[in-house]
DNA sequence: CCTCCACTGGAAACCTAGGCTC
DNA sequence: GAGCCTAGGTTTCCAGTGGAGG
C-alpha cells in the first residue's frame, strides 16, 4: 500500500497526469461556447432582450430531458445579457428550487441580488411566505428595478410545494410597476404543468422552448472539445470519445452522462498510470457509474423496501407475488421488523421496478391466475454487500 | 366459448409524524 | 402546550381480468 501511494506522487510531482484543466468535465462547468444550441441560445435571447429597453419580457419555461443543456444555456445567455446592460437597476438571478430545498430558502436566495434595504433583509427563518414575498415585490417596486428570475429544476418546487410563489410572482406584476420580474423556469419533467393552477400556466408559459436531447454525433462532438480543454494532447483519442459518446448517448443523448463517463475513464486511466485513455477504461468507468447508481439508490430505501429486495434475491431465476409474500413475510419474522400486506408488496415491486432494481411484469397463468413475474435486475453480491451495511440486516443472509 | 384462479390495482379510510398557529 | 392541517405511507375493501384448461 504505501508503495502505491508512494509511486501516485511520484507521478503527481512529474506532472505524469492525464489532465491539464480536470474542472472541464466538472459537471457544472460552462464552456465558452455550447455547440448544437445555438437556435435554443439565439431564442431566449430575443424572448429576453426588451429588457434592455426597459419592457418587460416574457416569462419562458424551458423543457429538456437531463443533460440536455438548459442550464448550460440559460446561464451563458443570461451572463451576456448581464454584461450587454447599462442599466443599473437590471437583477438578473439564478436559483436552483432543488439545491435551495424549500420554497423560504429559494426566495431568500433570490433576495440576495435584490440589495435589500438594512430593515428589509430576510432572515434565515422566522417569517412567512407572504412576508418575504412581500418584502421583495417592495423592494422591486421601490427602486423600480427590472428583474430576470431563473429557477431551475421548478418542477420540484411544485411538486414538493405547489405553486404558491409562482402564484405570487406571475400575477403581481402591476403592482411591482415601475419595476418587473420575469421568470424563466427549467423543468426535466413535461408532467409538472398538470399540478399548477391554470393561470399560472399561461402565465408562466407565454413561451416555451424544448430541448431535444443529443444525438450520438453531437455528443461525439461536445467531448472532443471539453477533451481539448481537460486533457494533455492525445490522451482521449477519437475512438475513445466515440465509444463514450456511443455508451452514454445510446439511451437518452445525456451530455452530463457523456462528460461524467469521460471525467471518470480518465481518472481511471490516471490512477491506472497510462498515458491514454482505452476501452477497458471506459467500461471500468462505465461500470463504475454503474454501480455507484444502483449502489445510492440501495443505500436509500426505506426498511421494507430493503427487505423486500432481500427476498427477491433468495429466488434465483424469479418468482412470483404469492409466493415472494410468504418469503418477505418469514425475513420480517426474523429481522423482528413489521410485516406490510401483500396489497402494499406490490405496490413498493411497483416503486423497485421504476428504479431498475427488480423486473416485475404481470403475467397470466389461466387456471392458475395472475401474478407479477418478479426478477432481480442487479448482483446478488454487490446488494448483499450494500445491505449489511444497514444495522436491521446485519444478521440476515 | 365459458370458468375461474390468484392475483392486480383503484379508491377510500386510517394512521402517524411533523410543522404551524394560537 | 393544545389544536389543527398536511403529506406520506399503509391498510381495507373490492371490482376487475388474461388466458389455460375445461
Same mark, same amino acid.
Given at each position: 500500500m504505501s508503495r502505491s501511494v508512494k509511486e501516485i506522487f511520484r507521478r503527481a510531482k512529474e506532472g505524469q497526469t492525464v489532465f491539464i484543466e480536470r474542472k472541464a468535465l466538472n459537471p457544472d462547468y460552462l464552456p465558452p461556447n455550447l455547440p448544437f444550441r445555438e437556435a435554443q441560445s439565439d431564442e431566449i435571447a430575443q424572448i429576453l432582450s426588451?429588457?434592455?429597453?426597459?419592457?418587460?419580457?416574457?416569462?419562458?419555461?424551458?423543457?429538456?430531458?437531463?443533460?440536455?443543456?438548459?442550464?448550460?444555456?440559460?446561464?451563458?445567455?443570461?451572463?451576456?445579457?448581464?454584461?450587454?446592460?447599462?442599466?443599473?437597476?437590471?437583477?438578473?438571478?439564478?436559483?436552483?428550487?432543488?439545491?435551495?430545498?424549500?420554497?423560504?430558502?429559494?426566495?431568500?436566495?433570490?433576495?440576495?441580488?435584490l440589495d435589500l434595504p438594512k430593515e428589509d433583509q430576510i432572515p434565515f427563518t422566522g417569517l412567512s411566505i407572504g412576508e418575504v414575498v412581500g418584502r421583495i415585490s417592495r423592494q422591486i417596486k421601490r427602486n423600480g428595478i427590472h428583474a430576470v428570475l431563473v429557477m431551475d429544476e421548478i418542477d420540484y418546487l411544485v411538486k414538493e410545494f405547489g405553486d404558491g410563489i409562482l402564484y405570487e410572482f406571475t400575477r403581481s406584476n402591476e403592482r411591482l410597476s415601475p419595476g418587473f420580474l420575469s421568470l424563466v423556469g427549467i423543468s426535466n419533467d413535461l408532467k409538472f404543468k398538470d399540478g399548477l393552477d391554470p393561470r399560472v400556466l399561461s402565465s408562466l408559459s407565454e413561451e416555451e422552448l424544448v430541448f431535444p436531447p443529443y444525438t450520438v454525433d453531437e455528443l461525439r462532438e461536445i467531448l472532443t472539445e471539453r477533451a481539448k480543454e481537460a486533457f494533455r494532447p492525445s490522451v482521449a483519442s477519437p475512438a475513445a470519445i466515440n465509444l463514450c459518446a456511443a455508451?452514454? @448517448?445510446? %439511451?437518452?443523448?445525456?451530455? #452530463? &452522462?457523456?462528460?461524467?463517463? /469521460?471525467?471518470?475513464?480518465?481518472?481511471?486511466?490516471?490512477? $491506472?498510470?497510462?498515458?491514454?485513455?482505452?476501452?477497458?477504461?471506459?467500461?471500468?468507468?462505465?461500470?463504475?457509474?454503474?454501480?455507484?447508481?444502483?449502489?445510492?439508490?440501495?443505500?436509500?430505501?426505506?426498511?421494507?423496501?430493503?427487505?423486500?429486495?432481500?427476498?427477491?434475491?433468495?429466488?434465483?431465476?424469479?418468482?412470483?407475488?404469492?409466493?415472494?409474500?410468504?418469503?418477505?413475510?418469514?425475513?420480517?419474522?426474523?429481522? @423482528?421488523? %413489521?410485516?406490510?400486506?401483500? #396489497? &402494499?408488496?406490490?405496490?413498493? /415491486?411497483?416503486?423497485?421496478?421504476?428504479?431498475?432494481?427488480? $423486473?416485475?411484469?404481470?403475467?397470466?397463468?389461466?387456471?392458475?391466475?395472475?401474478?407479477?413475474?418478479?426478477?432481480?435486475?442487479?448482483?446478488?453480491?454487490?446488494?448483499?454487500?450494500?445491505?449489511?451495511?444497514?444495522?436491521?440486516?446485519?444478521?440476515?443472509?
Open positions: 426588451p429588457i434592455l429597453k426597459g419592457s418587460k419580457p416574457s416569462n419562458l419555461l424551458l423543457y429538456g430531458k437531463t443533460g440536455t443543456g438548459k442550464t448550460a444555456v440559460a446561464k451563458s445567455v443570461l451572463k451576456e445579457l448581464e454584461k450587454e446592460a447599462e442599466r443599473k437597476n437590471l437583477v438578473v438571478a439564478y436559483v436552483n428550487t432543488r439545491t435551495e430545498n424549500t420554497e423560504y430558502r429559494t426566495l431568500a436566495e433570490f433576495s440576495k441580488s455508451m452514454a @448517448g445510446s %439511451e437518452h443523448g445525456d451530455a #452530463r &452522462r457523456a462528460i461524467d463517463l /469521460l471525467r471518470i475513464a480518465g481518472e481511471v486511466a490516471e490512477r $491506472e498510470g497510462l498515458k491514454q485513455i482505452d476501452d477497458s477504461c471506459i467500461r471500468v468507468a462505465s461500470d463504475k457509474m454503474e454501480v455507484d447508481r444502483v449502489d445510492e439508490a440501495i443505500r436509500s430505501l426505506p426498511v421494507q423496501n430493503k427487505a423486500i429486495l432481500f427476498a427477491v434475491s433468495r429466488f434465483d431465476g424469479g418468482t412470483n407475488t404469492g409466493e415472494l409474500y410468504i418469503a418477505y413475510s418469514n425475513l420480517c419474522k426474523r429481522l @423482528g421488523i %413489521e410485516t406490510l400486506t401483500q #396489497r &402494499r408488496l406490490s405496490g413498493i /415491486l411497483g416503486d423497485l421496478d421504476l428504479l431498475g432494481l427488480v $423486473e416485475a411484469s404481470v403475467v397470466s397463468k389461466g387456471r392458475r391466475g395472475r401474478t407479477k413475474k418478479i426478477q432481480l435486475l442487479i448482483g446478488k453480491d454487490t446488494l448483499e454487500k450494500t445491505l449489511s451495511e444497514d444495522p436491521a440486516f446485519s444478521m440476515a443472509s
